[in-house]
């Protein structure tokens, strides 16, 4: 299983959400990621997730999105799971991938969580509806609202052999509650270029890399072992 967050298309250009110049230092999350937000102030989450959008397809997926594609044609019951929004891993391959947190390229219905309906191209038009009837918003899951596949992915990490976090600060939960999941004394690789906050063992290892790098050389090395 490969866990990915903002770290992962860091190297697409793609900005982070915490830490110096991270996202979260320029927007207020109350302002464009709650459902308040939505309410109060539709326009400017729209305005937000637009510029999200554009910026994803300007940018091109990287050397450890291509890894993770490759490990998973090489071992297909890898299973992928991320909290990113863009769909860098698809561009690079992957398939089946859970966006624990939505999808750039789908708006939803505000009535509900999972009926969505594909956007092409960055601009969503404030107001546009859904075939419900209902006003189409972003398709991602803000703050304080429930993750619908979460389950999906705790399953999936109950079920883990080798478990691969890839450039997340496990700060947002309950998607950083996944590793409680991952069965006792499975193998596990943290890639992450800063410190880490999870007590590392014999099992839990760090590979203080960026992403394109660690990731690269992780899936030779396990490729190899083929
Ligand atoms: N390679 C790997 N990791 C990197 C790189 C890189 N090149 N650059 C930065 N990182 C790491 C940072 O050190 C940090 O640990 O990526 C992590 C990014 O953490 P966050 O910005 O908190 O992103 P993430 O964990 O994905 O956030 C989770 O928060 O706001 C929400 O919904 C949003 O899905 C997001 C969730």
């Known amino acids: 299983m490969v866990f990915t967050g903002a770290g992962v298309s860091a190297e697409s250009g793609l900005g982070t959400f915490r830490g110096s110049d991270g996202l979260w230092d320029k927007y207020r ?13 539709p326009q400017l989450c729209v305005d937000f997730y637009n ?5 994803a397809l300007a940018a091109q997926p990287n050397e450890a999105h291509k890894a993770i594609a490759e490990l998973q044609q090489a ?10 929004i863009d769909d860098l891993h698809e561009r690079a391959g992957a398939q089946n991938v859970v966006h624990l947190h939505g999808e750039l390229t789908k708006l939803r219905s505000e009535n509900d969580d999972l009926a969505t309906v594909p956007l092409k191209g960055w601009e969503q038009h404030y107001g546009d509806r859904h075939p419900d009837g209902s006003l189409l918003r ?8 429930a993750v619908p596949y979460f389950s999906v992915a705790c399953e999936i990490a109950a079920k883990a052999e080798l478990f691969i976090v890839v450039g997340t600060s496990l700060n947002v939960y309950p998607a950083a509650s996944l590793l409680q999941y991952v069965p006792k004394n499975t193998p596990t690789y943290l890639i992450d270029p800063a410190e880490v906050s999870i007590h590392l063992t014999d099992h839990i290892k760090h590979i ?5 790098k660690g990731v690269r050389e992780l899936v030779d090395a396990l490729k190899k072992s083929l």
């Open 138 to 145: 972003p398709y991602v899951v803000f703050f304080g609202e």
């Open 208 to 212: 203080q890399e960026p992403a394109t």
């Open 29 to 41: 999350i109350e302002d464009v990621c709650t459902h308040e937000a939505w309410l109060n102030n």
């Open 51 to 55: 510029i999200r959008r554009k910026e």
């Open 75 to 84: 071992f297909p019951n890898t299973q992928i799971i991320t909290q990113n």
